[in-house]
């Protein structure tokens, strides 16, 4: 009936300051969002590598890219980016 998920999550406030920020346009289109005006992008962990791939060609920062790799190292399932509107 339930299923446990190991969730990390990110402080984004240092990975984008816009929302037309690089690294906020990925999530935007990329990840699930939620909050008000998309301030929690869910990523899953599944296919990483394929995921850092994208992120990579999207042009997304190293400090993101690390931010992601680092979280699924900790072993996390699901990576929840989280930042202030």
């Given at each position: 009936?339930?299923?446990?998920?190991?969730?990390?999550?990110?402080?984004?406030?240092?990975?984008?300051?816009?929302?037309?920020?690089?690294?906020?346009?990925?999530?935007?289109?990329?990840?699930?969002a939620s909050?008000?005006?998309?301030?929690?992008?869910?990523?899953?962990?599944?296919?990483?590598?394929?995921?850092?791939?994208?992120?990579?060609?999207?042009?997304?920062t190293s400090?993101?890219?690390?931010?992601?790799?680092?979280?699924?190292?900790?072993?996390?399932?699901?990576?929840?980016?989280?930042?202030?509107v």
């Amino acid at each position: 009936m339930f299923t446990i998920t190991k969730l990390v999550e990110v402080n984004a406030n240092d990975l984008w300051d816009t929302p037309t920020h690089v690294n906020a346009r990925f999530c935007g289109e990329r990840c699930r969002a939620s909050g008000s005006e998309g301030s929690l992008f869910l990523m899953d962990g599944k296919n990483y590598q394929e995921k850092v791939e994208e992120a990579k060609d999207y042009g997304c920062t190293s400090a993101f890219i690390a931010a992601y790799e680092q979280a699924i190292q900790m072993g996390a399932e699901l990576v929840l980016f989280c930042h202030d509107v």
